[in-house]
């Protein structure tokens, strides 16, 4: 079917959202309202930026994106086409054999440009700077309600015993599978995968299944003291293994692995938490030689990482070496923290051991949250949310740095990360810290002291800025609050060194 008439859209460059998204979303609804039906032509990459007066570049990658999730086809030498109704892949399938109702599994919902997502002001409420997800606010609520609803329907109209599965529900497990084999490039079957509760409770269910009386783990000398205290619950023996900026310092690991069995390694390499740094190619290869010639597991956790702001990012650990490394991710960063899901990708040789582990505590009642995730994951909800979010995290992440420039440039040094939600930030003088948290609470900021202070030996102090949650005004507010908590701890000080 031409095209009869010219497309009778606008784009306004005052909007909150980005050109890229406007187009998106206009084009979507103009599909979804009926107004382009199947078979329609769309004008070329060319004339549409002509018509719009924006760059090429940006039609074409909105089409890409439309052509990539359905909503459009090609046909070499004749141009850009309206598709049918989008089609499901076989493991969807499996989810519409389960309705009750009328209304089978749809495409998602776009709305239409709506306000701003501020909050009303904070001047007289608390900011947590230490909230490790994501902002909930970005997610698209109707869709995530829809998905929810008929997982409430299936599990109600359905026996667990039919659905559940000790390690997950399988049609989860297949779209995980070929989220991570595009997204990561991870080639790993459905089989390999098992799905928990949350992270915490991945790494507890790892702990369980590969450590032996006597073994010892491997962890950074700076980490997360949550995760620290997971492996301690088992009784686990811990050394501590050097790092810095471009990885794990390989030369202690050898002499670890030499005096002490060490059974596996815990890290971060997209970003160690809490500094951020990212693992360089090079390291990650000298690791996996090194897991491979004294047989230690890589226990690699992508929890934090799943938004990285860098085109050129390192192969995962997993990637290269499957049989020495566990992989773990979660998808509570992509859309909600009450989806804490995370998914643990294991050696074949380990799957049967992680489901057997799995089994104890698993009780199925997961298992409206697995359904709810799997609909997200295959309607291409999740995929869409990913490329909305990605754009919006990293504009927080420059805008975080940016205001910490100019308002504490003279207080910390920091490093733009990336990858994750935080920013490491160093303080360039020497602070009291009990001060310090007095002075924080004083200016309502939250920050959890226990777990994201560190000090070195020079006395300086570290912590950790998690910015995702927080839009630019709310952003703009805490790291004014933390400039005046900064300069009173140094005044405070300097009344103390007279005093």
Not at 96 to 103: E, G, I, M, P, R
Not at 379 to 406: H, N
Request: proline content about 4%; hydrophobic content about 40%; aromatic content about 8%.
């Amino acid at each position: 079917m031409l095209r009869p008439w010219e497309l009778n859209f606008t784009i306004s460059r005052e909007s909150h959202q980005s050109i890229h998204q406007q187009l998106t979303h206009k084009l979507i609804h103009a599909i979804q309202s009926g107004a382009f039906v199947a078979g329609m032509s769309l004008p070329g990459t060319r004339e549409l930026s002509q018509q719009l007066g924006i760059n090429r570049k940006t039609v074409i990658r909105v089409y890409d994106e439309l052509i990539a999730q359905g909503w459009l086809y090609t046909e070499d030498k004749r141009g850009t086409f309206v598709s049918q109704q989008k089609t499901i892949n076989h493991a969807a399938a499996f989810l519409n054999t389960l309705q009750t109702t009328k209304h089978p599994i749809l495409p998602p919902i776009v709305q239409p440009d709506s306000p701003s997502l501020s909050h009303v002001a904070m001047s007289d409420e608390w900011i947590d700077l230490s909230y490790p997800h994501g902002d909930h606010r970005l997610f698209n609520i109707e869709v995530m309600v829809r998905a929810t609803r008929h997982a409430i329907i299936t599990t109600k109209r359905h026996s667990h015993l039919k659905l559940h599965h000790p390690h997950g529900l399988e049609a989860l497990r297949q779209a995980i599978a070929q989220m991570i084999g595009f997204e990561k490039s991870m080639h790993v079957a459905p089989q390999q995968l098992c799905i928990a509760p949350s992270a915490q409770l991945g790494l507890d269910i790892i702990a369980k299944t590969i450590f032996r009386q006597g073994d010892y783990l491997l962890l950074e000398t700076l980490h997360d003291p949550i995760t620290g205290a997971i492996f301690q619950q088992q009784n686990i023996n811990i050394q501590t293994v050097k790092h810095h900026a471009q990885g794990i310092d390989l030369d202690d690991l050898e002499k670890l692995c030499i005096n002490y069995p060490v059974r596996a390694i815990y890290l971060s390499p997209e970003c160690q938490q809490p500094t951020t740094w990212r693992m360089t190619a090079d390291n990650r290869t000298q690791l996996l030689k090194l897991a491979k010639r004294y047989d230690f597991y890589v226990i690699e956790d992508n929890t934090r990482a799943q938004f990285i702001y860098e085109r050129a990012a390192p192969a995962t650990l997993a990637s290269l070496a499957q049989q020495h490394v566990i992989y773990i991710g979660s998808l509570a960063h992509l859309m909600n923290a009450s989806y804490k899901a995370a998914y643990i990708a294991a050696p074949h040789h380990l799957s049967a051991a992680i489901e057997q582990a799995l089994s104890f505590v698993s009780d199925c009642s997961n298992l409206m949250n697995e359904l709810t995730l799997t609909e997200l994951l295959l309607s291409g909800e999740v995929k869409k949310q990913l490329k909305r979010a990605q754009k919006i995290y990293q504009e927080r992440r420059d805008d975080c740095c940016k205001l910490m420039q100019q308002a504490l440039g003279d207080f910390v040094h920091f490093e733009k990360p990336s990858a994750g939600f935080s920013v490491w930030v160093q303080t360039n003088k020497v602070i009291a810290q009990d001060t310090f948290a007095k002075l924080l609470h004083q200016q309502q900021l939250k920050l959890n002291v226990e777990t994201v202070f560190h000090q070195n030996i020079a006395g300086q102090t570290s912590f950790a800025i998690y910015f995702a949650h927080l839009n630019h005004d709310e952003l703009k507010i805490a790291i004014n609050r933390l400039k005046l908590a900064l300069f009173a701890t140094q005044k405070t000080e300097r009344y103390a060194a007279y005093g």
